[in-house]
């Protein structure tokens, strides 16, 4: 079947746009699928216009292996023996004795967490057409036999069909053909939408997953009564999962018998709804899902059931129609008393059901607010009056309303032709590939689909890919400069969920009070069961003082007091107890050392063990969190906790640097460094933390900056490069940041639906880039923390030089309600959430300073000290046009506009 798809990009501009994403083919595997979801439950549409297959996701499916998630390794017993093994330089030793150990007291290492599935695959198939089978099924239509779009649809040679390139010339039976196909993501609404032509009748499907009703949504229109479809419902494939990780304990015995599927259920009904339920092992309860057509003007029957099929499946047949609309939900119970019921789900469809044909009825346009609880009516009283049409309008208009004001709080603009926003994925990267300067349509989808992306898989728990040694952590990363404290709060409450388990870790593990978040936790559980020699994350004590830190940014965006005082500081008081318990062994200057030490996923180069010392990275985080107690907790924390907190910063282990300037990963002299290495752990102090900056210590930031330019990649993980973009826009190193973005956009990270992979051109879907580099740009645009307020830090490159953005959250307690620049000026209209004295700068220096709204109480600081928020005082280097320029400015509650030339 030939796919003729829509090039005239004047006839693409009314299917897609700046916020689209199109593509010209069919998805030909899951990670290519566009994606419509409501945080819990996520849609895949493969949008082939024949045998088309949608799935859908649940973020509670799993596999589960076991009752109970397995504890962390019980070896705090052992600890002040593997402090002096790794202290005298026997780190296989002291990797080998705690693998050990764990295994002899029940929690040997080590394994992966449980198999996520799908709930079910809905494949779409035409139905036989004639005597014969058409050679491709999908949604279609069927002539008489012996017809012309019979023999396959396509006319004879010189006919109009003809000219559109789909015969073959001469031939009897053509090959049958599609013509101006499209298919479209919308991530300003949520929709999926595919569009084409067959037989001169012009067929669409569109869907969406809703965040205001709960389910997913499918509407089918065609030339009246040529909806010939049958709906497949196939339950998911079981794939028993293989790794490189072990799953033997020390004793050689496999301690994991790994995952099981579910029992299922599957049936259809004459009503053609489809119920499915599966019956976990292990006591883990069950999940349903339930179809139903909530409307369709064809005949609809039930199907085959196909026992022998290597997995359930059943049918149901939709005939003569010229529009269908299928509503579709998934729940799971982990209650094994009480189990989620299909035939309940498939109720509450019909209730919405009921709800929409109400407001049809009335001749009602929009069904915004209402729900099925509120209106009350008889579905066979009404069904007549129920039109199809305004009853998809009415369920996608309850979801835009809460799904396009969070998308649209940020815009941005970076100039560009317009015409490059109708492009695919895959025609902007042609493109990319022959510029010499970043696409500006191309950046914008990629910070769109960021926000598309939070909005999508974000539900009762954030986006949860890999560990939160890195991947998580920018999954996450655009939440609160980005301005959805929405999706911010579902960390917060992730987070705090986690925390009696995140306790029995740190006793497990080091013997201390506090808590050691998981370094690959899940929706599962927060025990830190995922570690052993290879990657003794057992030892990363850093993993809690990251998860704080987007509280404590959130903070800086916000202004909360309430949050600070009753959530932020008592999160911070009860980590500081784990660094009270844990530092007590000193150098012979005094210094606490930090033993065991892990810096992911890295090991000293002379040594091969990451079970050390002084990982740079936990004495930066330590540092943040006591930092953050004394400055932000003051009015909270006793004198006591005061003068502990004091003693751990005065007892810190100094920075220390290689011959060619860069900072150590470990702060220890004999260890060497392995720079080709995807982490670079030794600058979180860089990002997501502020230490690192001109202002606090300039010789540190030179050596922060060289270790960043002269890191390698080594296997070219997203993570990686996205990590090493967002260091460089802190470290106001614009020729980096260009460098990152442009590899980032052209070496195969970037999947033809605008997901991202984890290293080059895997077939898969692992969003580290989606939620990371997103953030990224927003801090080479604008960085902020309290008190202290820099324009375009790193945006001196070719593909940042002009642009506005609107809306994103400044780390002052304020938002950005406009920022714009170009060559010659830049200007930024914020909102002030509180008064506050900000130190405004501008490192390329400038001309004329414009302020209103606000008191400039000094203009060049030169041979002044000023407060820096946290990090106290620092002197301004003097005034001049080509070099950094400071302003204090007094700021009320309330608009500031800021103009100067550059």
């Known amino acids: 079947m030939q796919i003729n798809a829509i090039t005239d990009l004047s006839l693409r501009k009314q299917f897609t746009g700046p916020d689209s994403i199109c593509n010209d083919i069919p998805a030909a595997r899951k990670e290519q ?73 029940g929690t040997p290492p080590q394994y992966n967490s449980s198999e996520r599935h799908d709930a079910f695959r809905l494949v779409f198939e035409n139905e036989e057409c004639g005597a014969e089978q058409s050679p491709a099924n999908g949604i279609g239509s069927c002539a008489a036999e012996g017809s012309a ?48 032509k067959e037989n001169g009748g012009t067929f669409e499907r569109r869907m969406f997953v809703s965040r205001a009703d709960g389910a997913a949504f499918i509407y089918m229109t065609a030339p009246e009564g040529e909806l010939d479809v049958t709906l497949r419902c196939i339950c998911p494939e079981y794939v028993k999962k293989t790794s490189w990780i072990a799953t033997h304990n020390v004793s050689g015995q496999p301690w994991i018998d790994g995952t099981t599927p579910p029992d299922f259920s599957l049936c259809s009904r004459e009503d053609g709804s489809i119920l499915l339920e599966g019956s976990y092992a292990y006591h883990q309860g069950n999940y349903a899902a339930a179809i139903v057509p909530i409307c369709c003007d064809g005949n609809i029957s039930a199907g085959t059931d196909l026992p022998g099929a290597s997995v359930p499946e059943t049918s149901v047949r939709i005939s003569g129609a010229s529009a269908c609309l299928l509503a579709i939900t998934v729940d799971r119970s982990r ?27 009335a001749g009602e346009n929009s069904c915004e607010g209402e729900t099925a609880a509120t209106i009350q009516a008889s579905a066979a009283d009404q069904a007549a009056a129920a039109d199809q049409t305004t009853a998809y309008e009415c369920f996608l208009g309850r979801h835009i309303a809460i799904h396009k004001p969070v998308y649209e709080r940020v815009k941005i603009d970076l100039g560009g032709e317009k015409e490059d926003e109708l492009l695919t994925i895959n025609e902007l990267k042609q493109k990319q590939f022959m510029t010499d300067h970043i696409l500006p349509a191309f950046l914008e989808k990629l910070m769109r689909m960021g926000r598309y992306f939070l909005l999508c898989e974000t539900g009762q728990y954030p986006p949860i890919y890999g560990h939160v040694n890195i991947n998580v952590n920018h999954q996450i990363a655009a939440g609160n400069i980005g301005n959805m404290p929405e999706i911010m709060q579902v960390w917060f ?105 892990y810096s992911p996923e890295n090991f000293p180069s002379n040594y091969g063990w990451m079970t050390a010392a002084n990982a740079v990275m936990d004495i930066t985080v330590c540092r943040e969190v006591m930092e953050t107690l004394l400055v932000y907790g003051a009015d909270v924390i006793d004198e006591a906790q005061k003068k502990a907190y004091q003693e751990i910063l005065d007892s810190l282990p100094p920075y220390l640097y290689e011959r060619t300037g860069e900072i150590k990963e470990w702060s220890m002299a004999d260890y060497e460094e392995r720079h080709d290495h995807r982490h670079i752990s030794q600058l979180y102090g860089a990002y997501p933390g502020d230490e690192f900056q001109p202002e606090r210590d300039a010789e540190l930031f030179r050596h922060a900056r060289i270790t960043n330019r002269l890191r390698a990649m080594e296997n070219e993980s997203c993570h990686g490069v996205t990590h090493r973009t967002q260091i460089a826009a ?31 051109y895997l077939h898969h879907q692992f969003p580290d880039g989606q939620g990371g580099m997103p953030a990224a740009v927003m801090e080479a645009l604008l960085y902020a923390r309290p008190g202290f307020l820099e324009l375009l830090p790193a945006a001196d490159s ?12 400044i780390r002052s307690f304020a938002v950005a309600d406009r920022l714009a620049w170009d060559e010659a000026h830049v200007s930024l209209r914020f909102t002030s959430l509180r008064e506050q004295q900000i130190i405004l700068c501008y490192r390329r220096g400038f001309r004329n300073l414009h302020v209103t709204g606000a008191e400039v109480l000094c203009d060049d600081l030169s041979g002044k000290e000023c407060q820096d928020g946290i990090y106290g005082n620092f002197s301004a280097g003097p005034a001049a046009v080509s070099g950094p320029v400071y302003a204090v400015i007094h700021v009320p509650k309330g608009t500031v506009e800021i103009c100067l030339d550059r």
């Open 33 to 105: 699928a566009f994606r419509s979801g409501n945080g819990t439950i996520i849609l895949r549409d493969n949008g082939a216009p024949r045998n088309n297959e949608v799935a859908l996701q649940h973020e509670l499916l799993w596999y589960p292996q076991w009752e109970s998630a397995p504890e962390a390794p019980k070896v705090a017993g052992i600890l002040g023996t593997v402090q002096q093994m790794v202290l005298d330089h026997k780190f296989k030793e002291a990797s080998e004795l705690v693998d050990e150990v764990a295994g002899q007291n």
């Open 149 to 196: 779009a019979a023999a396959g649809g396509c006319a004879a040679e010189g006919s109009a069909a003809a000219a559109g390139g789909c015969a073959t010339e001469g031939s009897a039976g053509a090959a049958e053909c599609i013509d101006e196909y499209l298919h479209v993501q919308h991530m300003d609404t949520g929709e999926v939408v595919t569009h084409w």
């Open 335 to 361: 209650d094994e008393g009480s189990p989620v019921s299909a035939t309940a789900l498939a109720e509450r469809l019909v209730a919405l059901k009921d709800a929409v044909q109400l407001s049809a009825s």
């Open 493 to 597: 409450d992730w987070i705090r969920e986690m925390l009696p388990e995140a306790r029995e870790n740190a006793r497990n593990t080091l013997g201390t009070r506090g808590f050691l978040i998981a370094c690959h936790c899940d929706e599962e559980s927060g025990r830190n069961y995922h570690f052993g020699k290879e990657y003794p994350h057992e030892f990363w004590i850093s993993s809690s003082g990251w998860c704080l830190q987007p509280f404590l940014e959130h903070y800086y965006c916000t202004g909360d007091e309430a949050f600070r005082r009753d959530v932020m500081i008592p999160l911070y008081e009860e980590l500081a107890e784990l660094y009270i318990d844990f530092l007590t062994i000193r150098d012979d200057a005094g210094k606490f050392i930090f033993v065991p030490s």
């Open 730 to 760: 802190r470290l106001k190193d614009s020729e980096l940041v260009e460098d990152q973005l442009r590899f980032f956009l052209e070496s195969g990270y970037i999947n033809e639906n605008g997901t991202t992979t984890h290293n080059p």
């Open 798 to 809: 070719k593909s940042l030089q002009q642009g506005c953005i609107s809306g994103m959250s």
